[in-house]
């Protein structure tokens, strides 16, 4: 799935984004050019094969099984670097969002923060990564130092994962300088409203992660375990098919593979959940959301787009994240049928590029 030849560059300004998810691994390899981010290579490899389940199901593979399938990704994708950025799943991390009491002087407030987020971690903080946002202030009138409190967006990850990742990295021979979760490299790559709420809809194999963004700060998160692996088996049960013929029909037919409705019954579960917490939202905040962003892999499967445009009444688009990368121009309609499944590698490949 390599395209190297049609490019020119030097290979160590290349940089990678491995994105290890529940059903398959995904890398995307760019360099930067005149300021622009240039696509140099892709791919992506099902985990399933490699621990005895089938294309696109769920796994629970070992950090050496993992990196074995993520060695074989490497090869068949041509890949030429080791630089790269890694996704922490959602699923294993922690992200709040707190009021704290408001301290003007900078190091005061993380000293406060740091006491107070041992309210909110159901683990000993010495367990965890522990990072921080300050919300900013949307309303002048509501200050944080006329309130007395601040809104703090807490990030955690457990030191166990962490070592989970990095066993992996190494075990493939590559060198992360750092892990993301995977919602901020997913808002990077397909989220370009600055100013009003967007809810991004991440349909995953295992899972399903709603977020709600405003001004680039995630507002709302929540996650529903229903994903696209449920639309395949029910494909498989209504026709009596084997799971990776499912799997194939799905990708290529979308919501008329599966008899009696079957993947739009799955789908419409996934977004009335999501249409609860975009009214939740709304509700709370007196505002509208502007717009709905699908991605994930369930977000490949054709039709989607049209059918959620019908459920909802705010613009529904799929997310197209190589459109923030120069590519050939032949290898645009594939890059964009593809591109929801690549979200977060190509977020995670994005914010290395800016570390250069």
């Known amino acids: 799935m390599s395209f190297l030849d049609f490019l020119f560059g030097k290979k160590e300004k290349s940089v990678l984004g491995v994105d290890i998810g529940s059903s398959s691994l995904k890398v995307v390899q760019l360099r930067k050019e005149k300021g622009q981010a240039v696509l140099e ?19 629970n593979l070992s950090p050496e099984q993992i990196a074995e399938t993520l060695r074989d990704l490497l090869r068949e994708a041509k890949v030429t670097t080791k630089d790269c950025g890694v996704s922490i799943p959602f699923a294993r991390s922690l992200l709040t969002l707190v009021e704290l009491p408001y301290r003007k002087d900078p190091s005061e407030q ?30 002048p009138s509501q200050s944080a130092e006329k309130r007395g409190k601040v809104g703090v967006l807490l990030v955690a990850v457990h030191n166990d994962e962490l070592k989970f990742l990095q066993g992996i990295v190494a075990g493939a021979g590559l060198a992360s300088s750092f892990y993301e979760i995977e919602i901020f490299s997913t808002l990077r790559a397909v989220v370009e409203e600055p ?9 995953g194999a295992a899972s399903t992660k709603m977020y709600v963004v405003e001004h680039g700060v995630v507002m709302v998160s929540h996650a529903m375990s229903a994903g696209s692996q449920d ?31 079957s993947p739009e019954l799955v789908f419409s579960r996934i977004f009335s959940e999501a249409r609860r917490v975009l009214t939740q939202y709304e509700t709370a905040h007196r505002k509208p959301v502007a717009a709905i962003v699908l991605t994930g892999g369930g977000g490949v499967t054709k039709e989607l787009g049209t059918y959620a445009k019908n ?17 050939p121009a032949f290898m645009r309609p594939v890059l964009q049928e593809i591109g929801p499944e690549f979200a977060v590698a190509v977020g995670l490949a994005l914010r290395k590029l800016e570390e250069r």
């Open 110 to 139: 993380r000293t406060v923060v740091e006491l107070e987020a041992r309210k909110f971690i159901p683990v000993p903080v010495s367990e965890v990564q522990l990072d921080w946002f300050v919300v900013p202030e949307r309303d």
């Open 311 to 327: 459920l909802f009444s705010i613009d529904v688009r799929v997310a197209d994240p190589f459109a923030k990368t120069e590519a």
């Open 41 to 59: 290579t892709y791919g992506e490899l099902a985990l399933g094969p490699y621990g005895g389940a089938e294309v696109g199901q769920a796994t």
């Open 231 to 261: 639309i395949t088996r029910a494909i498989a049960a209504s026709q009596n098919l084997p799971i990776a013929r499912a799997e194939e029909l799905k990708k290529k037919e979308g919501l008329e593979a599966g008899a009696n409705d």
């Open 195 to 203: 100013v009003k709420p967007v809810m991004v809809l991440d349909v």
